[in-house]
């Protein structure tokens, strides 16, 4: 099919790319175009007008100031793939985007627009979760910040209004070891169920626990008792068996020809097992 008609622009500037997005009420920016094209040409996106943002030299790279670590939003995301500075940061966004599609779609797909774009089976979201994330917004007004937990709100929504864009994301520092694991149709394929996991242990005793789920509903799921019985209880065997208990499984509604929720109920347990003990075990690179 071919996509419905739309008027085009290609500014140069933040304040150009937000001056267009603002004027029009059906305008749409796009980054690597590896989600949004698709959905123009079947139509199932109509913007009155594309706004193009990969003219603006501001909007890519990747710093590391003062513990914190910023990506622009239109950094591809093979450049972080093959980062030293993100593999020493951040190692969780590495294990994260070594199952997102293929090598030629990362190499133009971004980190901001996987985000923005919020596909409830997409590893970056759950990845942004879990590393504690920090999604940077910029409007006419000037910048906002939000944590990444409040700014995926459901199945390709976040809380981005008309008129703003995601600029970048910070991380912080990433503490102890992680993992994450996903069961996909195919090598490329989105996730049926992904998990992210991130767990700093010291002194036998687990200091930090990030556990979040995605593709089992329209957003992201942070597991936020399991991860209180594993600092309060340890990574141990015992206390991993009873945050496995604890997980929510209630919150699985996505059922798909792909995989049934039942399903999906039955291989979070299991794969959040193995994420535990592979980031238990592993350490932050150096």
Do not use: W
């Amino acid at each position: 099919m071919k996509p419905a008609p739309f008027d085009y622009e290609a500014p140069t500037t933040i304040a150009d790319a937000l001056k267009l997005l603002g004027g029009h009420e059906d305008a749409r920016p796009i980054a690597g175009g590896q989600s949004l094209v698709p959905m123009l040409a079947f139509r199932l996106a109509r913007p009155s007008l594309l706004v193009d943002l990969n003219r603006i030299p501001s909007l890519a790279g990747i710093e590391e100031k003062g513990g914190v670590l910023r990506i622009g939003a239109m950094t591809r995301q093979a450049a972080v793939l093959a980062s030293d500075t993100v593999k020493h940061h951040a190692p969780l966004l590495i294990q994260a985007l070594e199952n997102v599609g293929h090598p030629p779609t990362r190499a133009r797909g971004t980190i901001g627009g996987s985000c923005a774009h919020a596909d409830p089976a997409a590893e970056l979201p759950s990845a942004m979760v879990a590393l504690d994330a920090t999604m940077v917004i910029a409007a006419s007004g000037g910048e906002r910040r939000v944590p990444a937990d409040d700014f995926f709100i459901g199945a390709f929504e976040t809380v981005l209004q008309t008129g703003e864009i995601l600029v970048a994301l910070e991380l912080p520092k990433q503490t102890g070891g992680s993992a994450f694991l996903e069961v996909s149709a195919r090598k490329g394929d989105f996730g049926i169920v992904t998990v992210a996991a991130r767990i700093a242990v010291k002194d036998g005793r687990c200091t930090d626990a990030a556990l979040v789920l995605g593709g089992i509903t329209e957003r992201s799921v942070r597991c936020a008792q399991a991860e209180h019985i594993l600092k309060e209880q340890g990574a141990t065997p015992k206390a991993i068996d009873v945050a496995l208990a604890a997980l929510p499984l209630d919150t699985v509604t996505m059922d798909s020809r792909l995989a049934s929720a039942a399903y999906r109920r039955r291989l979070i347990p299991e794969l959040c097992r193995r994420a535990i003990e592979a980031a238990t075990t592993s350490k932050v690179a150096l």
